[in-house]
C-alpha cells in the first residue's frame, strides 16, 4: 500500500529515533519537550509512549492531524470524534492497544505506528518498550483496540472547510422605498397614539356634558303664582282697559295705567284683578 504524505513525513522523523533509551528516573527528550509544551513538569518523567509520537509529529509538520497527547485513552477518543477511527490496520495508522485484550478505548494503555502489514501481524515502531527503548516490534492483533488514521482526520477536515464554503451568501439588504407620510399609519405608536386621542376626545365630551346640564327648580313656596284671567265682558257704553300680565316675573306690565306708578317699579309682585268700570280708582 502507498504511503499518503502524512504518513511518510510521520515515518521518517520516528524511524531518525530508533535506539533511543530513557535516562534514569524515566527522563527522556521527549517528555522533557512535552512538560515545556504544556507547561507541567510533572510529564518529564512520566510513560513516554504517546509523547514522543507528539514530538515526532510536531517535527514532521503534521500535528493537526496526529495529535498532541500524553494519555493514550484521550488521544483515541479524538480520533473517534474526528471520524478517523478504523478497525483495519495500515502504513502510518496509529495502533491503540489494551495488554489485558479488551475493545473499548477506556483501557487503552500504549500507542504505537504502524510500519508496515504483513498478513495477520502488524509490523510497528514504539517508544517506552522493553522497559526503556524506542524500538520495531512485530505485533499479534489481538491485543489491539482500533487504529486511527491521520489522512482520515485531514480528509475530513478538507470536507468540512469545503461544506462552509457551500453555505449560501447573504442577499444584498434591499433599498429602502422613499418614505411616506402614510407610512407611520398602523405602526405600535400611530396606534397608541390614536387611543391617546380617542381617550381624551371621549373625556372632554363627557365633562362638557355634565356641566351642560341645567336644573329646573319649583318657585318658593311661597311665591306666588301668577294664573291667567278671563278678561271679564265689556259693559255696555264702556270698556275694560286691558293689563298683560308677565307669567314668567310675575309682574304687572305694559298698558294698565297702574302699570307705571312708583309702587310698581319696587319688583313686587302684583297680581292682576278685575274692577268694574264704575268702581270708583283707590
Not at 507541567?40 to 495529535?67: E, H, K, L, T
Not at 255696555?236 to 286691558?242: A, E, K, N, T, W
Amino acid at each position: 500500500m502507498a504511503l499518503d504524505r502524512i504518513a511518510e513525513a510521520l515515518l521518517r522523523e520516528v524511524r531518525q529515533e530508533l535506539g533511543y533509551r530513557e535516562k534514569g528516573g524515566q527522563h527522556t527528550k521527549f517528555g522533557h519537550w512535552y512538560a515545556d509544551r504544556v507547561q507541567d513538569s510533572q510529564y518529564r518523567n512520566a510513560p513516554w509512549c504517546d509523547m514522543f509520537i507528539a514530538w515526532a509529529a510536531d517535527r514532521a509538520g503534521v500535528a493537526d492531524y496526529v495529535g498532541q497527547f500524553a494519555w493514550t485513552p484521550s488521544h483515541a477518543v479524538w480520533f473517534i470524534k474526528q471520524g478517523a477511527w478504523s478497525a483495519e490496520p495500515e502504513p502510518g495508522a496509529l495502533v491503540f492497544f489494551d495488554w489485558k485484550g479488551g475493545k473499548s478505548y477506556k483501557g487503552v494503555d500504549h500507542v504505537g505506528i504502524v510500519e508496515r502489514v504483513s498478513g495477520e501481524k502488524i509490523h510497528t515502531i514504539e517508544a517506552n518498550v522493553d522497559r526503556v527503548w524506542l524500538k520495531r516490534k512485530v505485533r499479534e492483533t489481538d491485543k489491539v483496540v482500533g487504529y486511527g488514521l491521520p489522512r482520515a482526520v485531514k480528509t475530513n477536515a478538507t470536507l468540512t472547510e469545503i461544506r462552509s464554503t457551500e453555505l449560501p451568501f447573504a442577499s444584498a439588504p434591499r433599498q429602502a422605498a422613499p418614505g411616506s407620510p402614510f407610512d407611520v399609519l398602523g405602526t405600535p405608536q400611530a396606534l397608541l397614539a390614536a387611543m391617546v386621542l380617542m381617550t381624551v376626545v371621549l373625556s372632554l365630551r363627557f365633562t362638557s356634558r355634565r356641566r351642560g346640564t341645567h336644573r329646573r327648580f319649583a318657585p318658593p313656596w311661597n311665591a306666588p303664582h301668577p294664573t291667567p284671567r278671563q278678561p271679564a265682558a265689556a259693559p255696555s257704553g264702556g270698556r275694560v282697559p286691558r293689563a298683560r300680565v308677565s307669567l314668567e316675573a310675575g309682574h304687572l306690565e305694559a298698558s294698565h295705567p297702574e302699570a307705571s306708578h312708583p309702587e310698581a317699579s319696587h319688583g313686587r309682585h302684583l297680581t292682576a284683578t278685575r274692577r268694574r268700570p264704575y268702581e270708583p280708582k283707590p
